[in-house]
């Protein structure tokens, strides 16, 4: 009998051990698991919160770069020749709608000879019309700044017709694409001129992600990854902005890492943000539609209608119609038409 109580009691004592084990095994598990998902939540969180801060960042520059468009004139209402301020020619000053050409250098600021901006004009050519580099930061003879942005922190992407400097444009006083108008007429007419003009209304054709139609953009390069071919990004690379883009922007690759094309670092008019379709694209892009550009020059325009129209229509000034050589700098705001009324009626 002590025998079968003894028995009984070391049963017991195992049958105890094993709950208690299989409750610390199930212990274990659930720590796992929450630890686990609490990981992966907030790795997912992490990430969300950091394209978070960097769409707002984009969105700032994309706010700062409509403003200094939207100012164009009086951006340029003087110079600074050898350290003094010069008022400009009324017949040179442009109309709002410019942008800056990119910079090469990633110094964050512009000089002359860096500007890799070119006629857009070109025909045939599905690499021309647009430039594209690092963003620039400071226009210091405009007084200018983008607030709380650092040199080649962005690359930068802009159509040839929205530039305020290019040394191949066909006027030689003013060096931009005119008339600049919502119309996008351009100062020649269809096929001639040397190279040959886009016919009218020939919107802007950057893309992203298959939508077309934008006439800026900016892009924060992902973190630096190695691609499933093998080639890895090395930021530390001498070069301009041209040389080293394989450096900061993306090739594109399926999920089964079969490569599909160069992406954002092609040198073409097609852009990517980073999507599940290319999962090795981690650049983000945010642009400026030409939408979004004629309805913020439309608010500029409107402020000023009145004294505007009031202008001779034979003065030389921006808002006159384009002349080659009375008024090179005019964009014929006066004949647009803004939410479907004219501009001055």
């Known amino acids: 009998m002590a025998l079968n109580r003894l028995k009984k009691d070391c049963r017991s004592r195992a049958e105890s051990g094993f709950i208690l084990m299989f409750m610390l095994v199930l ?14 939540n907030y790795s997912f969180s992490h990430r969300q919160s950091e394209m978070q801060k960097t769409l707002q960042e984009l969105n700032s520059v994309k706010q700062q770069l409509l403003n200094y468009a939207v100012f164009q004139p009086e951006l340029f209402q003087s110079d600074l020749v050898s350290n003094t301020v010069t008022n400009a020619s009324i017949a040179n000053i442009p109309s709002p709608g410019y942008f800056p050409c990119p910079d090469m250098d990633g110094d964050g600021a512009l000089s002359g000879a860096e500007s890799p901006c070119s006629n857009p ?17 400071e226009f210091k003879t405009r007084n200018f700044f983008l607030k709380g942005v650092s040199p080649k922190s962005f690359y930068y992407v802009v159509a040839d017709r929205f530039v305020n400097a290019s040394g191949d444009y066909n006027n030689t ?8 108008n919502p119309s996008m007429t351009p100062s020649v007419g269809v096929d001639s001129g040397n190279p040959p003009a886009l016919p009218a209304n020939t919107l802007p054709w950057l893309q992203v992600n298959g939508s077309g139609n934008y006439v800026v953009l ?5 973190a630096p990854q190695t691609f499933p071919d093998g080639t890895s990004q090395d930021r530390t690379q001498a070069g301009d902005a041209k040389t080293v883009v ?6 594109r690759f399926d ?3 079969n490569k599909i094309d160069n992406g954002n670092a092609s040198g073409t008019r097609f852009f990517f943000s980073g999507q599940q379709t290319s999962p090795t694209v981690n650049d983000i892009v945010v642009g400026i539609t030409f939408d979004e550009w004629r309805a913020a020059m439309a608010a500029r325009i409107k402020v000023q209608k009145s004294a505007l129209c009031n202008l001779s229509p034979s003065v030389a000034h921006w808002f006159n119609d384009y002349n080659a050589v009375s008024n090179p700098a ?16």
């Open 27 to 40: 212990l274990v598990l659930g720590a796992a698991t929450y630890f686990g998902t609490y990981a992966k």
């Open 121 to 137: 004009r070109v025909i045939g050519n599905d690499a021309t019309g647009f430039d594209y580099g690092f963003l620039p930061v």
């Open 173 to 180: 006083t003013t060096h931009r694409y005119a008339p600049l």
């Open 218 to 222: 900016i892009i924060s390069p992902g």
């Open 246 to 251: 394989g450096q900061y922007l993306d090739m």
């Open 255 to 257: 999920a089964s890492g």
């Open 330 to 345: 005019g964009s014929n705001w006066r004949d647009q038409f803004i939410g479907g009324q004219a501009v001055c009626p």
